[in-house]
């Protein structure tokens, strides 16, 4: 199983510190953990925090090859505010994960093929990684594309929206994200289950993913819906929980696991990532074989 990730790799400022982070790296590294075979394919500058991405990626356990270097721009960093758990984002523009080049990129993957691709709104920002993303969609092929949109600050609108929806086999998003799309490409606020109905409709969409905080989460999946409770955990920080919660849903439904199972294990993960400090934390291997397919990789 291998999985492209593309987007941001950013350092999350929190407190002072800086954590290596961006939804596209959390989910690789997540999947990677899970025993996919992940890559990410981002741009780092040549600068200090370049550097140290691109030696705790190895670290880390990805493959650095996708790593394009864009010399007179720097590392993309995000300033976060937490305020009870909860993240707030103050994210710098003009790096180098906005200038993403589809030629540097289809020169590394080469004849490689991968099983999903995944993509955000972040990277599409700047119309250099937009085009790049655009040009991979033409040129080359996956069983499954996932848009997890992380809406972000107001780094997104309309045609972005649109054509990434048009891009994705599975779109994953949360309760905030949903009222947003559904104003702004239908003119309405509809209830949950009227709105993911019209996308999965609209955008020939084969799976909705919507996480919704305590309330759950649930999956639309070719006009069926699973559902399951939240997990009853001591909130640390929800940093990079989305982003688990994605890796161990795609990771099992690409190993053939049911609708039901790949649903319990994201809810499982992105408990566990919010239960502990910063987007990243060590998985236990408790964690690991809960949330992990039940059947070898091929």
Same mark, same amino acid.
């Given at each position: ?70 010399? +007179?721009? $720097? ?30 990129? @289809? ?13 955000? $709104? ?31 600050? +107001? ?7 649109? +054509? ?14 949903? !009222?947003?799309?559904?104003?702004? @490409? ?24 919507? $996480? ?16 399951? !409770? ?7 920080? $929800? ?45 236990? !291997? ?13």
């Amino acid at each position: 199983m291998k999985i492209l990730s593309f987007g941001e790799v950013l350092f999350d400022l929190i407190e002072r510190e800086a954590h290596l982070g961006g939804a596209p790296l959390n989910f690789a590294v997540n999947c990677s953990r899970l025993g996919a075979e992940a890559n990410i394919l981002s741009a780092l500058g040549t600068d200090e925090l370049g550097a140290s991405a691109r030696e705790q990626i190895a670290a880390l356990g990805l493959s650095t090859e996708h790593l394009q270097e864009i010399s +007179d721009k $720097t590392t993309g960093r995000v300033e976060v505010s937490l305020h009870n758990g909860q993240p707030s984002y103050a994210i710098r523009t003009d790096v180098a994960y906005d200038y993403i080049s589809a030629n540097a990129a @289809l020169n590394s993957i080469k004849e490689q093929e991968f099983d999903l691709f995944y993509f955000g $709104t972040l990277a599409q920002r700047s119309s250099g990684s937009r085009q790049a993303l655009k040009e991979l969609m033409q040129q080359l092929k996956f069983k499954e594309l996932f848009f997890d949109c992380n809406l972000r600050q +107001d780094f997104y609108y309309r045609e972005v929206l649109e +054509d990434s929806l048009n891009y994705a086999s599975i779109l994953k998003l949360n309760d905030e994200e949903l !009222p947003i799309i559904s104003r702004m @490409l239908y003119k309405s606020q509809m209830q949950s289950q009227e709105a993911c109905r019209m996308l999965a409709h609209d955008f020939d969409l084969k799976c909705i993913i919507l $996480t919704a905080g305590a309330e759950g989460a649930t999956v639309y999946y070719e006009g069926q819906r699973f559902k399951v !409770p939240a997990e009853m955990i001591d909130v640390a920080d $929800t940093v990079g929980a989305g982003d688990a919660f994605s890796a161990a849903f795609a990771v099992n439904l690409l190993a053939g696991q049911s609708i039901q199972k790949s649903l319990e294990s994201g809810n499982k993960l992105g408990a566990y990532v919010a239960s502990q400090n910063g987007a990243l934390p060590s998985l236990s !291997p408790e964690i690991k074989q809960a949330c992990s397919p039940k059947q070898q990789f091929d």
